[in-house]
C-alpha cells in the first residue's frame, strides 16, 4: 500500500543556520501534499501545501520542493529558531481522497 | 473563530470501561477526521466522517470503536471496553468542503487505560 516516509528521524541545527527536513513518499498518484509542525503536547499545525503541477512553494521562512520523478518532498526553514523546534510531518492526499497519509516525523532541534 | 475544539483533554479509563471523546469542528468545516497518535510515532488515520456521514473507516479497529458525526452537537469517538493497547493521543482534525485543503487539528485528548 501506499506509504509516506521520512528519512531522518531527528536533526538538529545551530541556530540561524538553515534546516532542510526530507521525506519520502510511494504512491505516485498522490497530488496534495502537506508539511505540518507538531510541538510537544499540541496537535499538527499546518505549515505550508503544495500540488502536483507545482514544485516549488514558498511561505514565510519556509520553502517547500517537490520532485515527483523520485517522488521526494523537503521542508527547509530559513535562519531556524529555538521556536522552531517541533516534530514536522509530510503528509499526502491522492485523488480527492479526503484523507490525509502522515509520514513518520523528523524531530528537529535548534542549538542556540 | 475558535479552531477545533477538542475534549477532555485528558480521559482516564480502567481496563474495560467506555471511552467517549469528542471533537467541534471549526466553523464552516463540513469535513471531520479522527487519527491516532502513539507515543514517538507518526499520526494514524482512523476515519472521516462529513455529517450524518461515514466517507471513510479503513483505519478503524472492526471490534469496540466507532465515530459519528450527528447532524446536530459534535463528532464522537467512540471506544468500548477499553484495553492497555488503546492508550494513545487521539487528535480530531476538520477541513472545509470542496476537495483537497490542509487541515486544522484539536489539541488532542489523552486517553490513559489503567
Known amino acids: 500500500g501506499e506509504s509516506v516516509g521520512l528519512h531522518l528521524p531527528t536533526l538538529s541545527v545551530q541556530e540561524g543556520d538553515n534546516s532542510i527536513i526530507n521525506c519520502a513518499y510511494s504512491?505516485?498518484?498522490?497530488?496534495?501534499f502537506i508539511w505540518y509542525k507538531q510541538e510537544s503536547g499540541k496537535g499538527p499545525q499546518f505549515i505550508i501545501d503544495?500540488?502536483?503541477?507545482?514544485d516549488k512553494r514558498q511561505g514565510q521562512r519556509v520553502t517547500v520542493l517537490l520532485n515527483k520523478t523520485v517522488k521526494h518532498l523537503s521542508l527547509q526553514i530559513a535562519a531556524t529558531q529555538p521556536g522552531d523546534s517541533a516534530v514536522y510531518f509530510c503528509?499526502?492526499?491522492?485523488?480527492?481522497?479526503?484523507?490525509?497519509?502522515f509520514g513518520d516525523g523528523t524531530t528537529l532541534t535548534v542549538k542556540p | 473563530n475558535a479552531g477545533v475544539m477538542q475534549n477532555p483533554r485528558h480521559l482516564v479509563r480502567r481496563r474495560g470501561q467506555e471511552a467517549r471523546l469528542r471533537c467541534s469542528p471549526m466553523?464552516?468545516?463540513?469535513?471531520v477526521y479522527w487519527y491516532r497518535q502513539l507515543p514517538e510515532e507518526g499520526l494514524k488515520f482512523m476515519v472521516y466522517?462529513?455529517?450524518?456521514?461515514?466517507?471513510?473507516e479503513s483505519g478503524m479497529p472492526k471490534e469496540r470503536f466507532s465515530a459519528e458525526f450527528p447532524k446536530e452537537g459534535p463528532s464522537i469517538l467512540r471506544i468500548q471496553q477499553v484495553v492497555r493497547g488503546d492508550s494513545a493521543a487521539y487528535f480530531c482534525?476538520?477541513?472545509?468542503?470542496?476537495?483537497?485543503?490542509?487541515?486544522?487539528f484539536g489539541s488532542g485528548t489523552r486517553l490513559t487505560v489503567v
Open positions: 482534525a476538520s477541513s472545509p468542503p470542496g476537495g483537497d485543503y490542509g487541515y486544522t
Open positions: 504512491n505516485s498518484a498522490s497530488d496534495y
Open positions: 503544495i500540488r502536483s503541477n507545482m
Open positions: 503528509a499526502e492526499n491522492y485523488h480527492n481522497a479526503g484523507k490525509s497519509t
Open positions: 466553523k464552516g468545516h463540513s469535513h
Open positions: 466522517l462529513q455529517k450524518e456521514n461515514i466517507i471513510d
